[in-house]
């Protein structure tokens, strides 16, 4: 079973890639993550942003995996704490189906992508960096993975 961080944007700062990386490699290989970087599209002052949003997303459809389970991370999706991250990484591994978790670009997911996704989750009421999401979603798969391997990393 594979985890897909599907997300829009590239070229990282160095912090980030060191964040992510420093979580991502902790999971051990039945849970691994696999950062796919989609290319975010030029914006500029005049820019169609529905339409840009619209490429990205069919950019981030293209990049899914036949059969994987779809989860869309969106403002306004369902909140979880980490406990029910531990719930949802176990269900994952149980059903051995890929989990691809999406980051849209600056202005969100495109409908089609909302569509596609079996489940929308929303990492927190706060307006996120989007840098940032990917630390806090290896962080955060880590810490699921921890508690359900009773490692000592998640003390809560």
């Known amino acids: ?53 619209q490429q990205e997303g069919e950019r981030l459809l293209k990049a899914v995996p036949r059969d994987s389970l779809v989860i869309a991370l969106d403002e306004r ?6 406990a029910a991250w531990a719930q949802s990484l176990a269900g994952w591994m149980q059903s051995g189906r890929d989990t691809c978790l999406l980051v849209g670009g600056p202005d969100g997911h495109s409908p089609e992508v909302l569509a596609r996704a079996e489940q929308r989750w929303s ?3 706060l307006t996120l960096p989007h840098p940032l999401v990917r630390v806090l979603v290896a962080e955060q798969l880590f810490r699921a993975w921890s508690q359900l391997a009773n490692h000592p990393y998640h003390r809560a």
């Open 1 to 53: 079973m594979r985890i897909l961080l599907l997300a829009v944007g590239t070229r990282m700062p160095g912090w980030v890639e060191t964040a992510y990386a420093d979580y991502s490699v902790r999971l051990p290989h039945e849970c691994r993550l696999e950062l796919v970087e989609i290319a975010a599209l030029p914006r500029g002052k005049n820019a169609d942003l529905a339409r840009i949003k």
């Open 77 to 82: 999706g369902r909140e979880a704490d980490s």
């Open 123 to 125: 990492l927190s009421r």
